[in-house]
């Protein structure tokens, strides 16, 4: 079992309800001040989670400057309550920025999805 300090179980909490209040926001039809307020809660969870330098390092490293560029360029626009742009926004600048992210510890050695 992972052992977590009482910031990261904080930050766990945060992202959870910044997932939520995202979710709650784009089923209600993009409501502005609730994505706005998940977009919130989940950046400040992932800087409870793993730190502010490494946040920080993450996201303004050089080959991914263009999804974090456009991740948060989408916060901000939602943040002037032009939601749906800004979670299009958002959408396209989170695949770029994860996308050299490994999907499962089996394709780092070669195996298929399916073994």
């Known amino acids: 079992m992972v052992s977590l300090t009482d910031f990261q179980r ?3 909490g945060l992202v959870g309800f910044g997932l939520f209040f995202l979710l709650f926001g784009m089923l209600l039809y993009f409501d502005s001040v609730l994505l706005a307020f998940g977009n919130i809660l989940f950046l400040s969870g992932l800087v409870f989670i ?13 080959p991914k400057m263009k999804g974090t560029s456009f991740f948060l360029g989408g916060v901000v626009i939602v943040l ?7 979670m299009l926004l958002e959408a396209y600048g989170f695949v770029n920025l994860f996308r050299s992210v490994p999907q499962h510890p089996a394709s780092q050695c070669g195996m298929g999805a399916l073994g």
């Open 80 to 86: 002037m309550r032009w939601p749906l742009l800004g």
């Open 10 to 12: 904080i930050g766990v």
């Open 50 to 62: 793993i730190g502010f330098k490494r946040t920080f390092t993450f996201f303004f490293q050089r």
